[in-house]
């Protein structure tokens, strides 16, 4: 593994399921971002950790849960999927919080909600 | 109104000419200003970033910032096909957890 991996790396999912969306960073970055892309709304943060044991609410949180059990992985949980979860999502991260560092994308999960 | 307005494009240009991308933004406690590029089906990859105002110049990229103005803009010069991707501006106050983006600007570059 180098950088960052998600999976799926699409998914169809019929509506009301439940889906988890994976992400694992060999980095040992603290912080870690869920973010989703929408045509003509450009990348919205879902989620937050700073660092392992602790999360945060970002501009688009509804019908999103994480969790951040240890440094590596950040899963994305949608706990009842809807149409409008349709979209592109990225997960991120950078070494920590403070100043500036460089934030770091994965490839990415295409996720279809019917 | 958005943080950060940027013009998604699309823009089409010959191999060779001078690209100007630009993002405006509301937020005067912006402090970090970036640029990403993001080919089709990737994720973005950092490409310039600046902190305050002024400009920074990286081979064929200039990133300049214009904080009375709350403007920001990316040259590309002598422009490649494999310039072809998608821009995305995005922003940051001095701390806190959330950068913002815009929606990205679509550029084309012809051979």
């Known amino acids: 593994i180098a950088g960052i991996t998600q999976a799926p790396t699409s998914q169809i999912l019929a509506a009301g399921r439940r889906m988890t969306l994976r992400c694992t960073q060999d980095?040992?970055?603290?912080?870690m971002y869920w973010y989703r892309q929408d045509l003509g709304l450009g990348l919205r943060l879902i989620h937050y950790?700073?660092?392992?044991?602790?999360?945060g609410k970002g501009e688009v949180p509804d019908g999103y849960s994480v969790s951040r059990a240890n440094t590596d992985d950040f899963p994305l949980t949608l706990a009842s999927a809807v149409p409008s979860q349709t979209s592109v999502y990225f997960c991120a991260s950078r070494r920590d919080r403070s100043s500036y560092n460089e934030q770091f994308f994965g490839p990415g999960t295409r996720l279809t909600v019917l | 109104q958005k943080e950060v307005e940027q013009d998604p494009g699309p823009l089409s240009v010959p191999e060779g000419a001078i690209v100007s991308l630009n993002c405006t933004y509301s937020n005067s406690a912006f402090q970090y200003f970036m640029w990403y590029r993001q080919y089709s089906r990737k994720g973005p990859e950092l490409l310039m970033y600046?902190?305050?105002?002024g400009n920074k110049e990286d081979g064929r990229f200039t990133a300049q910032v214009d904080k009375s103005s709350k403007y920001i803009s990316l040259f590309i010069r002598d422009s490649q096909p494999s310039d072809s991707a998608t821009y995305l501006c995005a922003m940051r106050e001095n701390t806190g957890n959330q950068f913002y983006f815009g929606t990205g600007t679509s550029l084309t570059v012809i051979p």
């Open positions: 980095m040992r970055h603290n912080a």
């Open positions: 950790s700073n660092t392992a044991g602790t999360t």
């Open positions: 600046t902190y305050s105002s």
